[in-house]
């Protein structure tokens, strides 16, 4: 790997720590103050809003800028959001704006590995960037649910500054405060990401138009993108097996905080643990996807996703914690090692098809309208009363039907359009061999 890609991985690390502190933070906030159960369900679709409005400009925007740049920027805006939240805007509007800078910031992280690696380190390099965000959400949820604790939150608390009233008077409040410090230094840390000699592709410039004008002309492009994606034969089949993945797992984190509350009777502090505990077994799973898989062979894993789907419903039976730990590892095992040889594929024939920006922006508004979907339905039916164990069923039943089905329609291409698949089964081996 070059040394540039483990700026881009601590930088990523740091974000993403943050990123999964302030959610644990931002459910404790609404928690204590009494707001409608809908609203901290309602937390994981607000955050996926900005992916899913500025899909169409900024994978445009991060492939006119260099990478870096446009990770900083976006991160500076993660750090508003968080001062929005201290302030007292309501704090599913601050979290929304927390989410419009990762929305910009992941084309950049995830477009800059096709500048900087060669097709036969994509796997190796999703698995490394998968892994440390797994690794981020373990650290960051268990780091949220510290903040939160007693001990610390009192010792928090305890700092005054003279003749000043920072207002500062929870523990959640108190949680923001450092994590607005964690997003600085990813800030700094995006200051040296180096720039890759990949030619920009600058944004629309007609003087006749003013610019807005400019930037609308960019829709139809994303338009045609999005179209290119679905209709080649793999790209459709890892999009689709990408955005049911993240769908659910976006959603899957709140509602295991919910479980966990039904099931075990923990606090939010207490069932943090157990969302890092599925990501800890997703971040082996995807340390074993970077060892073991091949970027021709990623269709290979599809069934995995099957028998994610009928564990998820396994859940409603589990009623005691050290059932519930290895059973959640195990999880989350299947999920790394099912994601990251499909996003490494998507990854790829996005960026034969359109370039690296441009592709995971379509890739981002598919996976995070899946979350928004999904998680605004979630939020809908939490406030007319559904449990956590009826929301386990419906969720587990939609990925393994749904992945069933993704298996289907990828035999069917290779039974209709057997010449067109073995091409591009062929042309991705070749490119994985003669890059390596």
């Not at 894993?301 to 005691?320: C, D, W």
Request: glycine content about 8%.
């Amino acid at each position: 790997m070059k040394r540039g890609f483990y700026t881009i991985m601590v930088a990523q690390f740091v974000s993403s720590l943050a990123d999964n502190a302030l959610f644990v933070a931002a459910v404790e906030l609404l928690k204590t103050s009494a707001c409608p159960a809908w609203q901290p369900a309602a937390l994981v679709p607000m955050f996926a809003l900005f992916y899913v409005i500025l899909a169409p400009f900024v994978g445009a925007y991060a492939d006119a800028k260099p990478k870096g740049e446009v990770m900083f920027s976006s991160n500076a805006i993660k750090v508003v959001g968080c001062l929005l939240m201290l302030f007292g805007l309501q704090p599913l509007v601050a979290y929304a704006v927390v989410g419009l800078g990762a929305a910009a910031y992941s084309p950049a992280k995830y477009g800059i590995l096709t500048e900087l690696l060669p097709p036969s380190q994509l796997v190796k390099a999703n698995g490394w960037i998968e892994g440390l965000t797994i690794a981020s959400i373990i650290l960051g949820v268990m780091l949220g649910g510290q903040l939160l604790s007693v001990n610390v939150s009192s010792w928090l608390l305890s700092w005054d500054f003279p003749l000043i009233d920072t207002h500062i008077d929870t523990p959640a409040l108190a949680a923001v405060v450092i994590i607005v410090m964690l997003y600085g230094v990813a800030v700094w840390l995006n200051t040296m990401i180096p720039v890759t000699n990949v030619p920009l592709r600058p944004l629309p410039n007609d003087p006749a138009k003013n610019r807005l004008q400019n930037l609308w002309t960019l829709a139809p492009d994303f338009l045609e993108c999005n179209r290119s994606l679905w209709r080649d034969k793999l790209g459709q089949i890892s999009l689709s097996t990408t955005t049911l993945f993240w769908g659910v797992s976006g959603n899957l984190r709140y509602i295991v905080l919910a479980w966990s509350a039904a099931a075990l009777s923990y606090s939010t502090s207490q069932a943090s643990s157990l969302v890092g505990v599925v990501a800890l077994g997703t971040a082996v799973g995807a340390v074993l996807a970077s060892i073991k898989m091949k970027l021709g062979q990623a269709t290979r894993v599809i069934p995995l996703g099957i028998a994610m789907g009928l564990m998820v419903l396994g859940m409603n039976t589990i009623r005691n914690v050290w059932i519930a730990a290895p059973f959640l590892v195990l999880l989350g095992g299947l999920g790394g090692f099912l994601v990251v040889p499909m996003n490494a594929l998507l990854q790829h024939r996005g960026a034969v098809l359109m370039g690296g920006g441009r592709s995971i922006a379509v890739q981002n508004f598919n996976e995070q309208a899946c979350i928004l979907a999904l998680g605004g339905g979630y939020a809908l039916l939490t406030g007319l009363g559904l449990s956590a164990y009826e929301a386990l069923t419906g969720f587990g039943t939609l990925v393994a039907l749904m992945m069933w089905w993704i298996k289907r329609w990828h035999d069917s291409n290779l039974a209709l359009y057997p010449q067109e698949m073995q091409k591009l089964l062929e042309q991705t081996s070749l490119h994985e061999q003669t890059e390596d």
